[in-house]
């Protein structure tokens, strides 16, 4: 089993920055894609940002040129750095990991939410 613990959500002014991080733990034994989702008020969820296990990223087209996806493999933690935010923006953002654990079975697991709001 793996459990993902997301941090960096928070209240921000339009324009602002927010920085996402989101720390994998558990019987790990390899890490695929990682990726960032957000559900709004009475909207479904949505794929924010995705990196691959070789680095390949791809975003939603409404957050291109403003959110990066990194990932650091060592420490098995992705991040969503969020600049120039909009009002829209403000949603839950899930992390999300496809994981091979040390009993070699992959399982895409889910952390439980951090709280992203854009407001003035």
């Known amino acids: 089993q793996a459990?993902?613990?997301e941090s960096g959500g928070g209240l921000v002014q339009p324009g602002g920055s927010l920085r996402l991080s989101c720390a994998a733990s558990g019987s790990i034994f390899t890490i695929y894609d990682m990726s960032w989702y957000r559900q709004a008020p009475e909207?479904?969820?949505e794929l924010v940002a995705r990196i691959t296990d070789g680095s390949f990223r791809n975003y939603l087209d409404?957050?291109?040129g403003r959110f990066t996806i990194s990932r650091d493999n060592a420490k098995k933690t992705v991040y969503l750095q969020m600049n120039s935010l909009k009002p829209e923006d403000t949603a839950v953002y899930y992390c999300n990991m496809v994981i091979k654990n040390t009993a070699r079975a992959m399982t895409d697991y889910w952390g439980k939410g951090t709280?992203?709001?854009?407001s003035s």
Request: proline content about 0%.
């Open 115 to 118: 709280l992203v709001t854009v």
């Open 62 to 64: 409404s957050v291109k």
């Open 3 to 5: 459990q993902l613990v």
């Open 43 to 45: 909207k479904e969820r």
